[in-house]
Nanobody
Framework: QVQLVESGGRLVQAGGSLSLSCAAS????????MGWFRQALGKERELLAT????????YYADSVKGRFTISRDNAKNTVYLQMNSLKPEDTAVYYC????????????WGQGTQVTVSS
């Protein structure tokens, strides 16, 4: 059974930094793409960044490019999202998800972790 478990969300002041983790288990993720999403209250879910599990190729949404960094540790089966220069508008529930690199739809999702940025 595939499980994605996010951690690291908390209250942080604007301008601060935070690192989120996503521990993945239940299968081999070779050939998968891992993604970080967020959903703010009353807004649609937003894709922030992706990384290919095998090669480590990354993608960033314009809204976080230059501030957020996605990375993975294959040995620990963990994906990270380093967030710098946080803004109040970054407040949201952050989710990690995974999909096969040949698919568009994400098949597995974590439960989410709350990030709150105070002004």
């Amino acid at each position: 059974q595939v499980q994605l478990v996010e951690s690291g969300g908390r209250l942080v002041q604007a301008g601060g930094s935070l690192s989120l983790s996503c521990a993945a288990s239940g299968r081999t993720f070779s050939g998968y793409v891992m993604g970080w999403f967020r959903q703010a209250l009353g807004k649609e879910r937003e894709l922030l960044a992706t990384i290919t599990w095998t090669v480590g190729k990354t993608y960033y949404a314009d809204s976080v490019k230059g501030r957020f960094t996605i990375s993975r540790d294959n040995a620990k089966n963990t994906v990270y999202l380093q967030m710098n220069s946080l803004k109040p508008e970054d407040t949201a529930v952050y989710y990690c998800a995974s999909r096969l690199s040949t698919r568009v739809q994400y098949d597995y999702w974590g439960q989410g972790t709350q990030v709150t940025v105070s002004s």
